[in-house]
């Protein structure tokens, strides 16, 4: 890459690191100490994180009146996200350090303070995640779940005019790695023997859905909307989430008022908030709307949002079973896609809608895109739809086709023991890759 500053720590300037110099995202972490632990703010880089409430406390920022010395005492990035700029101003000083190739007894003594290894590291939620909002804003996968119940009639009359959403459960998103139990739930009497009663009971059809979360910044105050030209300026950055779905609850309970306990049992994100000004590079048109779709009504449109609101990111979700696990095989890949700039409604959309009748956002609140799926088989984000084979000549379903493991295994729905990993990075030549890590959550039985 032309002009690229070089780091001292030679895995941040390997080109296929998810965190190279120019992104530095936020995350929290665990540190013990004296027997207690305490949580410390940090920023990944190469396969490190650095240490910045260390650094703090070792005195790198002395003198420094932006406020940084006081921000880093907190164990979450929301102190800080509320001060327009500080956190580009703390990665700017960050990068410095991390380019510096001066020496002397202060400087080393920082560097040996400042890392630790991600693999060795026990991450946290990076803010407090006060509210979590979850859209449904990819078009190609409302089209085949909505397929699923209405195949003449896929999406319903408001799709295209309102970014779709509820207001989920954020006492129970955990961070990556955190185990996932198998939910119990209420079910509905089986298809073929309607006059038997619910059962309860743990869920049969578990689910990933594999999505996009943007955290909530600065907030706006209640009763004043974010116009959409500013939603961004409300933006901290971007994470994945997977957003675990009781396929047999919510088919039991959704109706009339839609998603409770077949989606609050759990919601895991991974540990790094991504900084949208990391992402410069991959900003792209939104979806462009075919002809004949109508187009949003004024607070939801501008020009600027046409031409930037989109973001070229490559998503993936690979599985690993208890079996594979034992056999040290690697996990396998169950969808790939590139379709998060496919979305019909950018995340700028979804948050100025989110506060359009004043609802007021809080910092390091979670808003979650829905289930980002592609128009192709191998591009579906959950497994609803990636074993959906539409239907027959008769109009009723025709059998889920399983996946197929590399132990013969096979998966219509997770199964206990199985790992979803996913993955997210932004790639193309000419530009440095900048990646959002990965979010691993195991099912284990309830
Ligand atoms: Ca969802």
Same mark, same amino acid.
């Given at each position: 890459?032309?002009?690229?500053?070089?780091?001292?720590?030679? =895995?941040?300037?390997?080109?296929?690191?998810?965190? #190279?110099?120019?992104?530095?995202?936020?995350?929290?972490?665990?540190?013990?100490?004296?027997?207690?632990?305490?949580?410390? %703010?940090?920023?990944?880089?190469?396969?490190?994180?650095? $240490?910045?409430?260390?650094?703090?406390?070792? +005195?790198?920022? /002395?003198?420094?009146?932006?406020?940084?010395?006081?921000?880093?005492?907190?164990?979450?990035?929301?102190?800080?996200?509320?001060?327009?700029?500080?956190?580009?101003?703390?990665?700017?000083?960050?990068?410095?350090?991390?380019?510096?190739?001066?020496?002397?007894?202060?400087?080393?003594?920082?560097?040996?303070?400042?890392? @630790?290894?991600?693999?060795?590291?026990?991450?946290?939620?990076?803010?407090?995640?006060?509210?979590?909002?979850?859209?449904?804003?990819?078009?190609?996968?409302?089209?085949?779940?909505?397929?699923?119940? @209405?195949?003449?009639?896929? %999406?319903?009359?408001?799709?295209?005019?309102?970014?779709?959403?509820?207001?989920?459960?954020?006492?129970?998103?955990?961070?990556?790695?955190?185990?996932?139990?198998?939910?119990?739930?209420?079910?509905?009497?089986?298809?073929?023997?309607?006059?038997?009663?619910?059962?309860?009971? #743990?869920?049969?059809?578990?689910?990933?859905?594999?999505?996009?979360?943007?955290?909530?910044?600065?907030?706006?105050?209640?009763?004043?909307?974010?116009?959409?030209?500013?939603?961004?300026?409300?933006?901290?950055?971007?994470?994945?989430?997977?957003?675990?779905?009781?396929?047999?609850?919510?088919?039991?309970?959704?109706? #009339?008022?839609?998603?409770?306990?077949?989606?609050?049992?759990?919601?895991?994100?991974?540990?790094?908030?991504?900084?949208?000004?990391?992402? /410069?590079?991959?900003?792209?048109?939104?979806?462009?709307?075919?002809?004949?779709?109508?187009?949003? %009504? #004024?607070? *939801?449109?501008?020009?600027?949002?046409?031409?930037?609101? +989109?973001?070229?990111?490559? *998503?993936?979700?690979?599985?690993?079973?208890?079996q594979m696990r034992s056999r040290g095989m =690697?996990?396998?890949?169950?969808?790939?896609?590139?379709?998060?700039?496919?979305?019909?409604?950018?995340?700028?959309?979804?948050?100025?809608?989110?506060?359009?009748?004043?609802?007021? %956002?809080?910092?390091?609140?979670?808003?979650?895109?829905?289930?980002?799926?592609?128009?192709?088989?191998? /591009?579906?984000?959950?497994?609803? /739809?990636?074993?959906?084979?539409?239907?027959?000549?008769?109009?009723?379903?025709?059998?889920?086709?399983?996946? $197929? *493991?590399p132990t013969?295994?096979?998966?219509?729905?997770?199964?206990?023991?199985?790992?979803?990993?996913?993955?997210?990075?932004?790639?193309?030549?000419?530009?440095?890759?900048?990646?959002?890590?990965?979010?691993? +959550?195991?099912?284990?039985?309830?």
């Amino acid at each position: 890459m032309p002009n690229q500053p070089r780091c001292w720590l030679e =895995s941040a300037n390997d080109p296929a690191t998810d965190f #190279p110099l120019q992104s530095l995202p936020l995350c929290a972490f665990q540190v013990a100490h004296h027997g207690h632990s305490h949580g410390h %703010l940090g920023m990944a880089i190469g396969d490190q994180v650095i $240490d910045l409430s260390a650094l703090n406390e070792a +005195g790198m920022f /002395e003198g420094d009146d932006s406020g940084v010395v006081n921000v880093l005492r907190y164990p979450f990035w929301d102190a800080a996200a509320q001060t327009p700029g500080l956190i580009d101003t703390l990665r700017a000083k960050v990068r410095e350090f991390m380019t510096a190739d001066g020496g002397g007894q202060r400087a080393r003594r920082l560097r040996d303070k400042a890392l @630790r290894p991600i693999s060795d590291t026990e991450f946290l939620p990076p803010t407090r995640v006060l509210n979590y909002t979850d859209f449904y804003a990819s078009v190609h996968h409302a089209r085949t779940v909505g397929s699923m119940f @209405r195949p003449d009639n896929p %999406l319903l009359p408001n799709y295209k005019h309102v970014p779709i959403g509820y207001h989920g459960r954020a006492s129970s998103v955990v961070i990556s790695g955190t185990e996932i139990r198998r939910p119990s739930g209420q079910q509905s009497p089986p298809d073929d023997d309607p006059k038997a009663g619910p059962s309860f009971g #743990p869920c049969k059809l578990l689910d990933y859905e594999l999505e996009v979360g943007f955290v909530v910044g600065k907030g706006n105050e209640l009763g004043i909307p974010v116009k959409l030209g500013e939603a961004e300026d409300h933006i901290l950055g971007i994470c994945l989430v997977n957003d675990w779905s009781a396929r047999d609850i919510q088919k039991w309970e959704y109706q #009339p008022l839609g998603p409770f306990l077949a989606k609050n049992f759990a919601t895991t994100i991974s540990p790094f908030v991504v900084p949208l000004s990391a992402l /410069e590079a991959y900003r792209c048109p939104a979806y462009p709307r075919p002809d004949g779709d109508p187009k949003p %009504l #004024p607070y *939801l449109w501008d020009e600027r949002n046409q031409a930037r609101g +989109g973001l070229d990111l490559t *998503l993936e979700v690979r599985l690993q079973s208890e079996q594979m696990r034992s056999r040290g095989m =690697s996990p396998v890949l169950l969808s790939k896609s590139n379709s998060f700039k496919e979305m019909y409604w950018t995340m700028a959309q979804m948050l100025a809608h989110h506060t359009s009748n004043g609802c007021n %956002l809080q910092t390091g609140d979670l808003l979650a895109s829905g289930t980002v799926s592609g128009p192709g088989p191998g /591009e579906r984000g959950c497994l609803l /739809e990636l074993t959906w084979q539409g239907t027959g000549p008769d109009g009723k379903p025709l059998p889920r086709k399983p996946v $197929d *493991l590399p132990t013969g295994e096979k998966r219509t729905f997770l199964a206990d023991g199985d790992e979803v990993i996913l993955k997210g990075y932004c790639e193309k030549a000419g530009s440095v890759r900048v990646g959002l890590g990965e979010c691993r +959550g195991r099912v284990v039985g309830g």
